[in-house]
Each structure stands twice: as C-alpha cells, then as structure tokens.
C-alpha cells in the first residue's frame, strides 16, 4: 500500500499505466484537466481501480464524479479524504 507521503507520484505512475493520455503525466501540473489532456470516461475507471489497489481505499458513490478524478490535485485530495476517515 502506497502512503500519502508518495500520493503525487503514485498518481502519476496509475496515470501512466492506466489514463491513456497524450502526455507523459510527469511533465503535467497538478491542477492541469486530465480529460483535456486525453483522459476517456473509461480510463478513468481504470484510474480509479487502479488507485483502490494502490491505496487500499474505495471510492464511495459520491465520489464517482468527473471533478474528482480530474487533476492530479483533485485525486490527491480524494484520496487524502477517503484515507482520513
């Protein structure tokens, strides 16, 4: 399980191996909309499995929404909340 210390750069390795983006995830800021970057509604499910089997968390209903998974920043968030509670 991957801690909230290497959240960043957990997202980016799950982006890279799952968001079928058009750019190197690496080079992407925080807050840049990853669905403008390339990310498809069906990557995002990918992404969002794959960060439950990274984190060892799940994404409740209400966190099923496009805002959540769309930057980075907002996945970190996402996931510093679930993991809090």
Known sequence: MT????AETAIRRVLRD???LGVDPDKL???TDLYQSGMTSHASVNV??????EFDVEFPDHMLKRNVFRSIGSIERALRELIAA
């Not at 969002?48 to 089997?53: F, N, T, V, W």
């Open 29 to 31: 800021a925080v807050d």
């Open 3 to 6: 801690t909230l210390t290497d």
């Open 48 to 53: 969002m499995l794959a960060l439950e089997g």
């Open 18 to 20: 799952h968001g079928r």
